[in-house]
């Protein structure tokens, strides 16, 4: 296997201070349009025998859900990238080391 290019560990490396930088403003950003559409979906669907609050406080229920769930899937896409970075920086070409016994 041939070490891998420069370039390709640069973007790598600029893809996770990226995403670092931006993960917790792009999170709350969909966590917000996720509450803003539900909360208006949920008054539409519970009709207006509802109060409006109770579809406010189900539709930020199902947002701060769905900000766990874009934070966690950052994560995982960070842990993923900083993992091939690492892999890739390492790399020298070399074959992999085996222990011979006698």
Request: charged share 25%.
């Amino acid at each position: 296997m041939a070490p891998a290019s420069p370039e390709r560990i640069d973007v790598l490396k600029r893809r996770v201070r990226w995403l670092e930088r931006y993960r917790r403003a792009l999170s709350i950003v969909s966590a917000a349009a996720i509450w803003f559409v539900l909360s208006r979906e949920l008054s539409a669907v519970f009709g207006g025998d509802w109060p409006g609050v109770l579809s406010s406080i189900a539709g930020a229920m199902f947002a701060i859900a769905a900000w766990w769930i874009v934070e966690a899937g950052f994560a995982w896409v960070m842990a993923f990238w900083e993992t091939e970075h690492d892999r890739l920086s390492r790399d020298r070409g070399l074959p992999r080391a085996e222990l011979l016994r006698k």
